[in-house]
Protein backbone atom coordinates (compact mmCIF):
# COMPACT_ATOMS: atom_id res chain seq x y z
CA UNK A 1 0.00 0.00 0.00
CA UNK A 2 1.16 3.72 -0.66
CA UNK A 3 -0.14 6.29 0.99
CA UNK A 4 -0.13 9.90 -0.20
CA UNK A 5 3.37 11.78 0.70
CA UNK A 6 2.87 15.15 -1.26
CA UNK A 7 -0.64 15.47 1.02
CA UNK A 8 1.09 14.31 4.22
CA UNK A 9 4.01 16.55 3.89
CA UNK A 10 1.68 19.88 2.41
CA UNK A 11 -0.73 18.96 6.07
CA UNK A 12 1.78 18.57 8.41
CA UNK A 13 3.58 21.81 7.72
CA UNK A 14 0.04 23.14 7.39
CA UNK A 15 0.28 22.15 10.79
CA UNK A 16 3.66 23.37 12.29
CA UNK A 17 2.89 26.93 10.59
CA UNK A 18 -0.33 26.86 12.54
CA UNK A 19 0.97 25.92 15.95
CA UNK A 20 4.39 28.83 15.34
CA UNK A 21 1.82 31.25 15.03
CA UNK A 22 -0.63 30.10 17.47
CA UNK A 23 1.65 28.80 20.52
CA UNK A 24 -0.82 29.48 23.13
CA UNK A 25 -3.86 27.46 21.49
CA UNK A 26 -1.27 24.40 21.44
CA UNK A 27 -0.52 25.61 25.38
CA UNK A 28 3.06 26.40 24.53
CA UNK A 29 4.26 23.11 23.61
CA UNK A 30 7.08 22.11 22.71
CA UNK A 31 6.15 19.33 21.24
CA UNK A 32 3.11 17.46 19.84
CA UNK A 33 2.35 13.60 20.80
CA UNK A 34 0.07 11.46 19.36
CA UNK A 35 -0.60 7.67 20.49
CA UNK A 36 -3.10 5.26 19.71
CA UNK A 37 -3.41 1.41 21.14
CA UNK A 38 -5.84 -1.36 19.68
CA UNK A 39 -8.43 -0.27 17.42
CA UNK A 40 -12.21 0.23 18.99
CA UNK A 41 -14.89 0.22 16.12
CA UNK A 42 -17.02 1.34 19.14
CA UNK A 43 -15.80 4.63 19.53
CA UNK A 44 -16.52 6.61 16.56
CA UNK A 45 -14.92 9.63 16.57
CA UNK A 46 -11.47 10.42 18.46
CA UNK A 47 -9.36 13.27 17.89
CA UNK A 48 -5.94 10.93 17.54
CA UNK A 49 -7.54 9.23 14.83
CA UNK A 50 -8.81 11.97 13.11
CA UNK A 51 -5.23 13.55 13.08
CA UNK A 52 -4.24 10.29 11.29
CA UNK A 53 -6.70 9.84 8.76
CA UNK A 54 -6.45 13.51 7.90
CA UNK A 55 -2.52 13.09 7.66
CA UNK A 56 -2.02 9.76 6.49
CA UNK A 57 -5.31 9.00 5.05
CA UNK A 58 -6.17 5.84 6.72
CA UNK A 59 -6.21 5.11 10.91
CA UNK A 60 -2.57 3.62 12.19
CA UNK A 61 -3.38 1.32 15.73
CA UNK A 62 -0.72 1.39 17.58
CA UNK A 63 1.11 4.15 16.12
CA UNK A 64 3.17 6.76 17.70
CA UNK A 65 3.50 10.14 16.02
CA UNK A 66 5.52 13.21 17.48
CA UNK A 67 5.58 16.29 15.71
CA UNK A 68 8.49 18.31 16.48
CA UNK A 69 8.90 21.94 14.46
CA UNK A 70 11.65 20.71 12.15
CA UNK A 71 10.73 16.50 12.15
CA UNK A 72 8.00 13.84 12.52
CA UNK A 73 8.60 10.62 14.27
CA UNK A 74 6.89 7.39 14.09
CA UNK A 75 6.67 4.42 16.22
CA UNK A 76 4.74 1.02 14.54
CA UNK A 77 4.97 -2.01 13.61
CA UNK A 78 7.28 -3.70 11.12
CA UNK A 79 4.68 -3.64 8.54
CA UNK A 80 2.90 -0.21 9.19
CA UNK A 81 6.60 0.94 8.85
CA UNK A 82 7.20 -0.02 5.70
CA UNK A 83 3.67 1.70 4.54
CA UNK A 84 4.42 5.05 6.29
CA UNK A 85 7.80 4.82 4.53
CA UNK A 86 6.35 5.21 1.56
CA UNK A 87 5.74 8.66 2.47
CA UNK A 88 9.21 10.11 1.44
CA UNK A 89 8.46 11.35 -1.80
CA UNK A 90 12.42 12.55 -2.43
CA UNK A 91 11.60 15.94 -2.31
CA UNK A 92 13.40 18.65 -1.51
CA UNK A 93 9.89 20.42 0.21
CA UNK A 94 9.04 17.55 2.33
CA UNK A 95 9.32 17.75 6.09
CA UNK A 96 11.89 15.17 7.35
CA UNK A 97 10.53 12.61 9.16
CA UNK A 98 11.88 8.87 10.60
CA UNK A 99 10.35 5.45 11.16
CA UNK A 100 11.41 3.39 14.16
CA UNK A 101 9.80 -0.35 13.74
CA UNK A 102 9.24 -2.28 16.22
CA UNK A 103 10.43 -6.15 16.65
CA UNK A 104 9.19 -8.89 19.04
CA UNK A 105 12.37 -8.34 21.15
CA UNK A 106 10.58 -6.04 24.67
CA UNK A 107 13.92 -5.06 25.03
CA UNK A 108 14.94 -3.31 21.54
CA UNK A 109 11.13 -1.79 22.01
CA UNK A 110 12.34 -0.19 25.00
CA UNK A 111 15.20 1.12 23.54
CA UNK A 112 13.14 2.37 20.74
CA UNK A 113 11.26 4.67 22.96
CA UNK A 114 13.59 5.43 24.50
CA UNK A 115 15.31 7.29 21.41
CA UNK A 116 11.86 9.00 21.40
CA UNK A 117 11.67 10.61 24.48
CA UNK A 118 15.24 11.67 23.74
CA UNK A 119 13.83 13.48 20.99
CA UNK A 120 10.92 15.09 23.32
CA UNK A 121 13.53 16.40 25.71
CA UNK A 122 15.56 17.93 22.83
CA UNK A 123 12.11 19.77 21.34
CA UNK A 124 12.87 23.12 22.10
CA UNK A 125 12.71 23.68 25.80
CA UNK A 126 11.66 20.03 26.12
CA UNK A 127 9.43 20.49 29.25
CA UNK A 128 5.77 20.47 27.81
CA UNK A 129 3.84 18.08 25.69
CA UNK A 130 0.88 18.22 23.56
CA UNK A 131 -1.65 15.58 23.89
CA UNK A 132 -5.36 14.88 23.31
CA UNK A 133 -6.67 14.76 26.82
CA UNK A 134 -9.97 13.37 26.36
CA UNK A 135 -8.66 10.40 24.12
CA UNK A 136 -8.02 7.08 25.73
CA UNK A 137 -6.45 4.00 24.19
CA UNK A 138 -5.47 0.56 25.48
CA UNK A 139 -3.52 -2.51 24.76
CA UNK A 140 0.03 -3.93 24.78
CA UNK A 141 1.50 -0.56 23.00
CA UNK A 142 0.08 1.74 25.21
CA UNK A 143 1.45 -0.36 28.20
CA UNK A 144 4.73 -0.44 27.13
CA UNK A 145 4.59 3.09 26.14
CA UNK A 146 3.50 4.39 29.76
CA UNK A 147 6.13 2.20 31.56
CA UNK A 148 8.67 3.86 29.09
CA UNK A 149 7.44 7.02 29.88
CA UNK A 150 7.16 6.32 34.06
CA UNK A 151 11.11 5.49 33.74
CA UNK A 152 12.24 7.59 31.98
CA UNK A 153 14.16 10.45 34.25
CA UNK A 154 12.82 13.68 32.95
CA UNK A 155 9.20 14.11 33.95
CA UNK A 156 7.06 15.81 31.51
CA UNK A 157 4.44 18.99 31.18
CA UNK A 158 1.49 17.72 29.33
CA UNK A 159 -0.93 20.05 27.53
CA UNK A 160 -4.02 19.38 25.88
CA UNK A 161 -3.82 20.89 22.33
CA UNK A 162 -7.32 19.75 20.99
CA UNK A 163 -8.19 23.38 20.27
CA UNK A 164 -5.36 23.76 18.27
CA UNK A 165 -5.42 21.25 16.57
CA UNK A 166 -9.09 21.65 15.33
CA UNK A 167 -8.43 24.66 14.59
CA UNK A 168 -5.44 23.95 12.74
CA UNK A 169 -7.32 20.92 10.80
CA UNK A 170 -11.09 23.13 9.87
CA UNK A 171 -9.82 24.94 6.83
CA UNK A 172 -10.32 21.93 4.31
CA UNK A 173 -7.64 22.25 1.40
CA UNK A 174 -8.98 21.19 -1.97
CA UNK A 175 -8.88 17.21 -1.83
CA UNK A 176 -10.93 17.25 1.32
CA UNK A 177 -13.75 19.56 -0.70
CA UNK A 178 -14.02 16.51 -3.10
CA UNK A 179 -14.70 14.30 -0.76
CA UNK A 180 -17.12 16.24 1.33
CA UNK A 181 -19.02 17.40 -2.17
CA UNK A 182 -19.50 13.69 -2.56
CA UNK A 183 -20.55 13.06 0.86
CA UNK A 184 -23.51 15.86 0.52
CA UNK A 185 -24.51 14.26 -2.91
CA UNK A 186 -24.86 10.71 -1.45
CA UNK A 187 -26.45 12.79 1.77
CA UNK A 188 -28.90 14.29 -0.61
CA UNK A 189 -29.66 11.44 -2.69
CA UNK A 190 -30.60 9.23 0.42
CA UNK A 191 -33.07 11.99 1.56
CA UNK A 192 -34.45 12.11 -1.87
CA UNK A 193 -34.12 9.33 -3.49
CA UNK A 194 -34.73 7.22 -0.88
CA UNK A 195 -36.23 8.54 2.76
CA UNK A 196 -38.72 10.53 1.01
CA UNK A 197 -39.88 7.87 -1.50
CA UNK A 198 -39.95 5.19 0.81
CA UNK A 199 -41.85 7.63 3.82
CA UNK A 200 -44.46 8.72 0.81
CA UNK A 201 -45.35 5.44 0.17
CA UNK A 202 -45.70 3.97 3.87
CA UNK A 203 -48.28 6.73 4.23
CA UNK A 204 -50.25 6.75 1.01
CA UNK A 205 -50.57 2.50 1.44
CA UNK A 206 -51.11 3.25 4.78
CA UNK A 207 -48.23 0.97 6.42
CA UNK A 208 -46.91 0.39 9.62
CA UNK A 209 -43.41 0.39 10.37
CA UNK A 210 -41.52 1.59 13.64
CA UNK A 211 -39.14 4.55 13.25
CA UNK A 212 -35.88 2.59 14.61
CA UNK A 213 -37.25 -0.18 11.99
CA UNK A 214 -37.21 2.63 9.43
CA UNK A 215 -33.66 3.79 10.21
CA UNK A 216 -32.31 0.22 9.82
CA UNK A 217 -33.67 0.15 6.34
CA UNK A 218 -32.59 3.39 5.57
CA UNK A 219 -29.05 2.29 6.96
CA UNK A 220 -29.11 -0.59 4.67
CA UNK A 221 -30.41 1.79 1.61
CA UNK A 222 -26.65 2.56 1.19
CA UNK A 223 -25.09 -0.15 -0.63
CA UNK A 224 -23.79 -1.31 -3.39
CA UNK A 225 -26.43 -3.35 -4.94
CA UNK A 226 -28.94 -0.10 -4.43
CA UNK A 227 -26.63 2.03 -6.41
CA UNK A 228 -28.08 2.04 -9.81
CA UNK A 229 -31.68 2.68 -8.00
CA UNK A 230 -30.95 5.31 -6.09
CA UNK A 231 -28.46 7.26 -8.97
CA UNK A 232 -25.56 7.61 -6.87
CA UNK A 233 -22.81 10.14 -8.53
CA UNK A 234 -20.68 7.80 -10.60
CA UNK A 235 -17.47 9.46 -9.25
CA UNK A 236 -18.50 7.84 -5.65
CA UNK A 237 -16.92 4.75 -4.51
CA UNK A 238 -19.56 3.30 -2.24
CA UNK A 239 -17.02 1.31 -0.32
CA UNK A 240 -15.93 4.22 0.47
CA UNK A 241 -19.01 5.75 1.70
CA UNK A 242 -20.43 5.41 5.39
CA UNK A 243 -23.15 6.54 7.97
CA UNK A 244 -21.88 9.34 10.20
CA UNK A 245 -24.47 7.71 12.77
CA UNK A 246 -27.70 5.99 12.43
CA UNK A 247 -30.08 8.09 10.55
CA UNK A 248 -32.96 9.19 12.90
CA UNK A 249 -36.35 9.33 12.37
CA UNK A 250 -38.98 10.95 14.39
CA UNK A 251 -43.16 12.18 14.65
CA UNK A 252 -45.79 11.58 16.39
CA UNK A 253 -45.64 14.33 19.24
CA UNK A 254 -42.16 13.28 20.84
CA UNK A 255 -38.61 15.08 19.43
CA UNK A 256 -35.09 14.98 20.52
CA UNK A 257 -33.22 17.62 18.60
CA UNK A 258 -29.88 16.76 19.70
CA UNK A 259 -27.19 15.38 17.15
CA UNK A 260 -26.89 12.34 19.47
CA UNK A 261 -30.64 11.83 19.32
CA UNK A 262 -32.08 8.27 18.53
CA UNK A 263 -35.24 6.56 16.17
CA UNK A 264 -37.32 5.39 19.24
CA UNK A 265 -39.75 2.37 19.11
CA UNK A 266 -42.62 4.18 17.95
CA UNK A 267 -44.80 3.86 15.10
CA UNK A 268 -44.28 6.48 12.33
CA UNK A 269 -47.15 8.86 12.38
CA UNK A 270 -48.84 10.88 9.43
CA UNK A 271 -48.33 14.20 11.26
CA UNK A 272 -45.00 16.38 11.91
CA UNK A 273 -42.30 14.19 10.51
CA UNK A 274 -38.06 14.39 10.85
CA UNK A 275 -35.58 12.93 9.48
CA UNK A 276 -31.70 13.41 10.29
CA UNK A 277 -29.29 11.28 8.45
CA UNK A 278 -25.77 12.12 7.29
CA UNK A 279 -23.54 10.11 5.11
CA UNK A 280 -19.17 10.09 4.98
CA UNK A 281 -17.20 9.66 2.24
CA UNK A 282 -13.18 8.74 2.53
CA UNK A 283 -13.96 9.89 6.37
CA UNK A 284 -15.47 13.51 6.01
CA UNK A 285 -19.06 14.19 7.27
CA UNK A 286 -21.93 16.17 5.77
CA UNK A 287 -25.62 16.12 7.46
CA UNK A 288 -29.27 17.20 6.13
CA UNK A 289 -32.25 17.67 8.31
CA UNK A 290 -35.57 17.96 6.84
CA UNK A 291 -39.10 18.08 8.46
CA UNK A 292 -42.38 16.87 6.52
CA UNK A 293 -45.82 18.27 7.85
CA UNK A 294 -48.43 16.14 6.53
CA UNK A 295 -51.98 17.84 5.93
CA UNK A 296 -50.63 20.76 8.05
CA UNK A 297 -53.01 23.37 9.48
CA UNK A 298 -51.47 26.59 8.72
CA UNK A 299 -50.01 27.90 11.59
CA UNK A 300 -47.47 25.25 11.67
CA UNK A 301 -47.42 26.34 8.11
CA UNK A 302 -46.64 29.71 8.73
CA UNK A 303 -43.52 28.45 11.28
CA UNK A 304 -41.89 25.84 8.98
CA UNK A 305 -42.26 28.67 6.46
CA UNK A 306 -40.36 31.49 8.94
CA UNK A 307 -37.58 28.90 9.63
CA UNK A 308 -37.04 28.72 5.99
CA UNK A 309 -36.69 32.76 5.75
CA UNK A 310 -34.14 32.32 8.48
CA UNK A 311 -32.20 29.98 6.96
CA UNK A 312 -31.85 31.82 4.07
CA UNK A 313 -31.31 35.05 6.03
CA UNK A 314 -28.01 33.55 7.98
CA UNK A 315 -26.85 32.22 4.47
CA UNK A 316 -26.56 35.19 3.24
CA UNK A 317 -24.84 36.63 6.39
CA UNK A 318 -22.10 33.81 6.50
CA UNK A 319 -18.80 34.10 5.04
CA UNK A 320 -15.26 34.42 6.15
CA UNK A 321 -14.41 35.97 9.45
CA UNK A 322 -18.05 36.04 11.67
CA UNK A 323 -17.72 34.89 14.87
CA UNK A 324 -19.47 31.87 16.01
CA UNK A 325 -21.74 33.78 18.80
CA UNK A 326 -22.41 36.77 16.37
CA UNK A 327 -23.81 34.06 13.88
CA UNK A 328 -26.46 32.85 16.79
CA UNK A 329 -26.78 36.22 17.76
CA UNK A 330 -28.25 36.97 14.28
CA UNK A 331 -30.59 34.10 14.34
CA UNK A 332 -32.13 35.14 17.74
CA UNK A 333 -32.27 38.68 16.87
CA UNK A 334 -34.33 37.71 13.64
CA UNK A 335 -36.51 35.26 15.68
CA UNK A 336 -37.16 38.55 18.03
CA UNK A 337 -37.54 41.22 15.75
CA UNK A 338 -40.18 39.22 13.41
CA UNK A 339 -41.48 36.21 15.20
CA UNK A 340 -40.88 36.82 19.02
CA UNK A 341 -43.63 33.94 20.23
CA UNK A 342 -41.40 31.45 18.83
CA UNK A 343 -38.02 32.35 20.61
CA UNK A 344 -38.52 30.26 23.52
CA UNK A 345 -38.94 27.07 21.56
CA UNK A 346 -35.46 28.10 19.51
CA UNK A 347 -32.56 25.86 20.42
CA UNK A 348 -29.46 26.90 22.12
CA UNK A 349 -27.19 26.34 19.44
CA UNK A 350 -27.36 26.02 15.62
CA UNK A 351 -24.87 23.85 14.45
CA UNK A 352 -21.40 23.13 14.50
CA UNK A 353 -17.92 23.00 11.75
CA UNK A 354 -17.88 19.10 11.01
CA UNK A 355 -14.94 17.16 8.67
CA UNK A 356 -13.52 14.29 9.97
CA UNK A 357 -14.97 14.33 13.25
CA UNK A 358 -18.84 14.92 12.92
CA UNK A 359 -18.80 17.57 15.68
CA UNK A 360 -15.98 19.60 16.40
CA UNK A 361 -17.12 20.81 20.39
CA UNK A 362 -14.54 23.82 20.22
CA UNK A 363 -16.36 25.16 17.02
CA UNK A 364 -20.53 24.93 18.21
CA UNK A 365 -22.10 28.13 16.64
CA UNK A 366 -23.82 29.26 20.25
CA UNK A 367 -24.35 32.39 22.09
CA UNK A 368 -20.54 32.48 23.95
CA UNK A 369 -18.59 31.07 21.27
CA UNK A 370 -15.95 33.70 20.12
CA UNK A 371 -13.73 31.48 17.72
CA UNK A 372 -13.78 32.52 14.07
CA UNK A 373 -15.41 30.78 11.32
CA UNK A 374 -13.29 31.37 7.97
CA UNK A 375 -13.04 30.11 4.58
CA UNK A 376 -12.43 26.52 4.01
CA UNK A 377 -14.65 25.37 6.67
CA UNK A 378 -17.46 23.18 6.20
CA UNK A 379 -20.01 24.04 8.89
CA UNK A 380 -23.46 21.98 9.70
CA UNK A 381 -26.36 24.87 9.80
CA UNK A 382 -29.11 23.61 11.80
CA UNK A 383 -32.32 25.48 12.93
CA UNK A 384 -34.90 24.36 14.85
CA UNK A 385 -37.92 24.80 17.18
CA UNK A 386 -38.33 22.18 19.58
CA UNK A 387 -41.56 21.21 21.08
CA UNK A 388 -44.20 24.12 19.75
CA UNK A 389 -47.50 24.02 21.76
CA UNK A 390 -50.25 23.08 18.61
CA UNK A 391 -53.35 25.17 19.37
CA UNK A 392 -54.92 22.99 16.81
CA UNK A 393 -54.77 20.16 19.34
CA UNK A 394 -58.76 19.41 20.21
CA UNK A 395 -58.58 15.39 21.78
CA UNK A 396 -56.18 13.45 23.46
CA UNK A 397 -55.34 11.88 20.51
CA UNK A 398 -53.70 14.84 18.57
CA UNK A 399 -50.17 15.18 19.46
CA UNK A 400 -50.03 18.94 21.77
CA UNK A 401 -46.85 19.65 20.65
CA UNK A 402 -44.84 19.09 17.63
CA UNK A 403 -41.42 19.97 16.10
CA UNK A 404 -39.57 21.59 12.94
CA UNK A 405 -35.87 21.19 12.07
CA UNK A 406 -33.94 21.92 9.10
CA UNK A 407 -30.18 21.36 8.84
CA UNK A 408 -28.01 21.50 6.00
CA UNK A 409 -23.71 21.01 4.99
CA UNK A 410 -22.38 24.41 4.38
CA UNK A 411 -18.88 25.25 2.91
CA UNK A 412 -18.37 28.67 3.58
CA UNK A 413 -15.82 30.81 1.51
CA UNK A 414 -14.36 34.26 1.65
CA UNK A 415 -17.55 36.24 0.42
CA UNK A 416 -20.44 34.12 0.65
CA UNK A 417 -21.82 30.55 1.96
CA UNK A 418 -22.40 27.56 -0.61
CA UNK A 419 -24.75 24.87 0.41
CA UNK A 420 -23.46 21.54 -0.50
CA UNK A 421 -26.65 19.27 0.20
CA UNK A 422 -29.59 19.53 -2.15
CA UNK A 423 -33.45 18.05 -0.71
CA UNK A 424 -36.47 19.50 -3.00
CA UNK A 425 -37.49 22.37 -0.54
CA UNK A 426 -41.13 22.85 -1.83
CA UNK A 427 -44.60 22.77 -1.11
CA UNK A 428 -47.02 21.30 -3.01
CA UNK A 429 -50.14 22.89 -3.62
CA UNK A 430 -53.63 21.80 -4.32
CA UNK A 431 -56.55 23.48 -6.24
CA UNK A 432 -59.72 24.28 -3.66
CA UNK A 433 -60.95 21.65 -5.08
CA UNK A 434 -59.36 19.23 -3.21
CA UNK A 435 -61.78 19.70 -0.97
CA UNK A 436 -64.27 17.89 -2.82
CA UNK A 437 -62.74 15.07 -4.05
CA UNK A 438 -64.16 11.71 -2.74
CA UNK A 439 -62.61 10.90 1.13
CA UNK A 440 -60.48 7.71 -0.90
CA UNK A 441 -58.79 10.42 -3.24
CA UNK A 442 -58.29 12.19 -0.31
CA UNK A 443 -56.45 9.07 1.09
CA UNK A 444 -54.39 9.02 -1.66
CA UNK A 445 -53.30 12.47 -1.76
CA UNK A 446 -52.80 13.19 1.98
CA UNK A 447 -48.99 12.44 2.30
CA UNK A 448 -48.45 14.94 -1.29
CA UNK A 449 -49.25 17.98 0.78
CA UNK A 450 -45.60 17.57 2.35
CA UNK A 451 -44.46 20.87 3.27
CA UNK A 452 -40.40 21.54 3.51
CA UNK A 453 -39.98 24.77 2.01
CA UNK A 454 -42.04 27.24 0.09
CA UNK A 455 -40.70 27.07 -3.08
CA UNK A 456 -40.78 30.99 -3.25
CA UNK A 457 -38.66 31.31 -0.52
CA UNK A 458 -35.93 28.63 -2.05
CA UNK A 459 -35.64 30.43 -5.62
CA UNK A 460 -33.99 33.83 -4.80
Not at 115 to 134: A, D, E, F, R
Amino acid sequence: MMLEGKLFHKRVQTLINYWKNNQEEFGNADSLLFVTGTSDDEISYQKTISLQIWLLGYEFPETLILITMDKVYFVTSQKKGKILETLDNKSDKQVPFEVFKRTKDSAYNAGQFKTLLNCISKSQNGKIVGIIQKDNFEGKFIKEWKEALESYPTKFEFTDIAVGLSSAMAPKDDEEIRNIKIAAKLSSIMMKNYFTEEMTSIIDEEKQIKHENFTENIENALDESRRSKLKFPSDASIDMADWCYPPIVQSGGVYDLKPSAVSNNDYLHADTIICSLGVRYKSYCTNISRTFLIDPKKSKEKNYIFLVQLQNYLIDHIRDGIICKDLYQLAKSYIQKKRPDLDKYFLKNIGFVTGIEFRESSYIIKNKNNRELKAGMIINLVLGLHNIEDPTATNEKTNKVYSLLLSDTIRITHDMAIVLTDARKILQKFHSSFKLMSHKIKKKLKYLKILEVLEMYHQK
